[in-house]
């Protein structure tokens, strides 16, 4: 005989029991037609199950019960009550002493594979819906009931600070009367053209007011940059109209204006102070 799966023999345990439903019989009907081997199981299981119908003894219906039959089936007159036969005592005894052990392990089989058969489908439907759930979830979130639907995910991201200026070259004017002391140091930035004057030791007269101012053989006359403030630093970017070149080789000069600078953009006195651009920091290597 071929070896059959537990679930196999479970069937055909309980067909002999007759506990499945009538697809489940129909199954086993036909898997007995074409395979003899699983008939002859089912054979077997008949005869060992057997001895459990000869332990019961045969109970007399009572006349309630038949009359119930009689008028279910269209048969008003009455027949004699059917007895159940009884089975030869001995043979029941001498079988029942001889399997008991087997009889209870046939019982307790079947009872665990309807058991785990029950499981089985109970955890495929949870797996369905399940899956079912998740589908919505992905899809359809909105559908979901509030306590089930996904919580918003937050992505936390880093505020990056902004990459610092590549350095860029320095220039520097030292502005002074010629053989004298510093009275002013320019500082030009060549990547923002932004300019700073810084007072070293000029001071303005009352009433008057320090201008600074570009000259270059590329401009017709000379061009003001702004009144130098009174504070020891004075900034401003004006230089960022100018091209770049021009601006590394003027010369700037400092004239002295009456209060607020020059009212019509032209100088009105010799400059007291001048001085040229060097470079003072190098542009970084590329």
Known sequence: MMAYSDDDIALAAEYALGTLDADERAQVETMMSADQDFAAMIRSWEHKLGVLNQMVGSVEPRVEVWEGIRAAI???????????????????????????????????LVANARRWRAIASVASAI????????????????????????????????AK????????????AILQKEGGSPA?????DDATKNFTVRKVGA?????????????????????????????????RPVLSSYDAEMVKGATFAVTVEQAGGSPDGNPHSAPVFSGRLIEAVPPPAR
């Open 74 to 108: 269209g048969h008003s007159e009455p027949q004699a009550p059917l007895v159940l036969p009884e089975a030869p005592a001995p043979a029941v005894a001498a079988t029942v002493e001889d399997q008991p052990a087997e009889d209870s392990n046939i019982i307790r």
């Open 203 to 235: 001071s303005a007269e009352p009433g008057k007011s320090f201008e600074l101012w570009l000259i270059s053989d590329k401009l017709p006359k000379p061009r003001s940059l702004g009144v130098i403030g009174a504070s020891d630093f004075t900034s």
């Open 184 to 188: 002013f140091i320019l500082t030009v």
């Open 161 to 172: 600070a902004p990459p610092a200026p590549a350095p860029s070259a320095q220039y520097v």
């Open 127 to 158: 797996a369905a819906a399940l899956v079912a759930i998740i589908g919505v979830e992905l899809s359809m979130p909105d559908l979901l009931p509030d306590s089930m639907r996904p919580r918003p995910r937050m992505q936390i991201v880093e």
